[in-house]
């Protein structure tokens, strides 16, 4: 068994309306690389987002008085502060620099996935992640599909910081055509034991790897190619990576 991820050449600064499609088939034969059933893109969030117009200028937001007392508690500007709140469904945890919150996506993340970094752009513009990552997965994989005649997997990945352990780590936040998750659950262990709670977190073991060879400081190579992906591509979304409130027991 073998997994082979090719970080992408030639990718460009994306810009809104940008074809992400075309892009990424000129850097694939930039590659040298013919694309096979099963293969599987990666994509940096960022390109994403810039591509669907996800910017926005902090000059044009009007905090409102709950992203005022909020920014005072955390000592962040209060107009992101502002764009925290509209992109959230709930602030879980806040204090000096930091606020963590349930995303309106479903998942928990810092600041809701807003990012200052590599924004080409005059002003103080800030990055939101997409409307919608598992739609925008699709329509990245139907036009691939479509030029390649291959069936192909697209994920759209961020960097999350987790609870209970330092740095941040490439997770799946958005997908379609391979699974989030897959079920070992009934399957014997080498000694025969069966498997009763294992439940693998594919997409995201693949994010992380992926983000291996993405730069993530200078965000020079923001798609990758991978092959060998070593579980059966089929239909997946972020919901089934999203932990059940009525399980969760840290909320």
């Known amino acids: 068994m073998s997994l082979t991820i090719t970080s992408l050449p030639g990718i460009p600064i994306i810009k809104p309306g940008d074809d992400l499609v075309a892009i990424i088939l000129t850097s694939l034969r930039q590659a040298d690389i013919s694309l096979l059933d099963g293969d599987i893109l990666v994509l940096a969030q960022k390109i994403v987002s810039k591509a669907e ?11 409102s008085e709950a992203a005022r007392q909020l920014a005072a ?20 945890r806040s204090r000096p620099g930091s606020i963590i919150v349930e995303h309106r996506l479903g998942f928990v993340s810092a600041s809701a996935g807003i990012d200052h970094s590599n924004i080409q752009a005059e ?4 990055l939101l992640l997409p409307e919608n990552p ?6 990245v994989r139907a036009g691939l599909e479509k030029a390649s005649g291959k069936r192909l997997g697209v994920m759209i990945i961020d960097s999350h910081g987790r609870a209970w352990r330092l740095g941040t780590v490439g997770v799946a936040i958005g997908l379609d055509g391979m699974p989030g998750l897959v079920d070992l659950r009934g399957q014997p262990d080498l000694f025969g034991y069966t ?26 190579t923001p798609v990758v190619h991978v092959r060998g992906f070593p579980y059966p ?14 399980s969760d027991m840290f909320r």
């Open 233 to 246: 591509l089929g239909n997946g979304s972020l919901q089934e990576l999203l932990r059940p409130k009525e």
């Open 53 to 63: 117009g996800r910017l926005l200028d902090l000059a044009q937001v009007t905090p």
């Open 195 to 220: 498997l009763r709670i294992t439940l693998i977190g594919a997409a995201d073991e693949l994010a992380a790897g992926a983000s291996l060879v993405m730069d993530q400081a200078a965000e020079g």
């Open 134 to 139: 598992d739609a925008s997965a699709r329509k």
């Open 73 to 92: 508690a955390t000592e962040k500007d209060a107009r992101l502060v502002e764009l925290i709140l509209r992109e959230s469904c709930q602030v879980l």
């Open 123 to 126: 002003g103080e513009w800030v």
